[in-house]
């Protein structure tokens, strides 16, 4: 029998990051445990006693790994920043619009053919690499299970993921960017993998080497992964988490989590630096709320409370489980009226101006304006004392309709969309309800 995963070593605390970025900092710990993978399970050494620094990265490839973390964090939290920071001026660009116009007639109009006009764009980006369309985690996840996806971690599709998700977050579609960003930093990693420079030799001649040829692919994209979603939420100990989730139920040794964490932290360090220096916004949570908890709980409060927290969890779950029945129907109606697998471009950019139109139609019928704001206005709004008072439960109702529906359409559309964000606001809608 093999042993079982090395034990968790820490540097003590006066080594600080010295201790992590230093290779010569290493101890012989235990033997070493399974490393990410099957790859790992069929090296012959995958036990053995070579050294390890004290985060328990193998000290050959310890620096360049830590390097190219860094630059995978860095990068990646720029293009977080950037894709935010452009969905701020389509919507400042939108606003001005509206501030042109007087009448209600005028304002539908002009918002249907810019949401037409952005989902069309969002299309036509996709042209630039296919692999971008959807979220990309399934994918990701089995590439890290050592399935070939040719194409599919490229420069190409990078660019393609990144204007096809800024653009659908323009058109005002009810996705997210937690997958697509997940795919945008195994991208990331995997282009800076196959990064390639040339240096000049004492004798005059150039010589073309990879500095990071040796360094764990699969650990890579799995810290991509932590990345993408500390990117997104400001929240390194959920990438971490979120990687470990989509991985499960293999199990890695510590330096992959090490890895994970040091390089969502970095993501998200960049991400809140670029708003807090270049925008002065500082650091602001996803949603905020005023609701103050009991002062003085008793027994039966929480008895009474974890009561109604199953029987809403239960109620969550089913209507989880209806939501997904409910996307496979939309995803095999939208495959249908793309002509899969003949599929014509002309007929997918008619496809996503009709749906920009509809969707227009259905805000505009309803004319609740919490359908016209971003995730975080919304859970904000949702998670504040006046709700009630605000919204009646045959209004809450609505909106939930409307954003069932037009969040199980947007999911199977031909662009880059997550659904992450438009679940945490379905699970808020639920709950205000119940």
Known sequence: ???????????????????????????????????????????GDSFDESPHDAWGFDASTGMPFRILLVLLAIFSGTISFAVDRINQLI????????????????????????????????????????????????????????????????????????????????????????????????????????????IRMPSGASKLIWPFMDVPREETLLAAVAVGVGATFSAPIAGVLFALELMMPR?????????????????????????MFLFKSGIKPLFNSDVKPITNPSLINDLVLMVICIILGGLCGALGSIFVHFNFKANMFIRKLRGVPNVSLKRDMLLMASIAIIFNLMKGLVGVPLLLKGVGPVLTELFSKEAEQEHSINQLALILFMLWVQTGISLALPIPAGCVAPSLVLGAVVGRLF
Not at 121 to 132: D, F, K, Q
Not at 147 to 152: G, H, I
Not at 154 to 167: E, I, P, R
């Open 91 to 198: 919507g400042g660009l939108r606003i001005s619009f509206h501030a042109a116009l007087d009448d209600q007639f005028s304002e539908f109009v002009v918002e249907a053919i810019f949401d037409a006009v952005m989902l069309v764009l969002a299309r036509l980006a996709t042209e630039i690499g296919p692999a971008a369309m959807g979220s990309g985690i399934p994918e990701v996840k089995c590439i890290l299970s050592q399935v070939a996806f040719p194409k599919f971690l490229t420069f190409k599709v990078l660019v393609a993921k990144f204007l096809g998700l800024t653009l659908a977050l323009g058109g005002n579609l009810p996705v997210g960017k937690e997958g697509p960003f997940v795919h945008i930093a195994a991208c990331v990693g995997q282009i800076l993998l196959r990064a390639r420079m040339r």
């Open 251 to 275: 199990l890695y040794d510590t330096s992959s989590y090490s890895a994970c964490f040091f390089a969502s932290t970095i993501g998200t360090l960049t991400f809140m630096a670029l708003n």
């Open 1 to 43: 029998l093999k042993p079982g995963p090395r034990p968790c070593h820490f540097p003590p605390m006066r080594a600080g990051l010295k201790a992590f970025f230093s290779p010569a900092s290493t101890l012989l710990g235990t033997s070493r445990g399974p490393s990410a993978l099957a790859t790992s399970l069929n090296r």
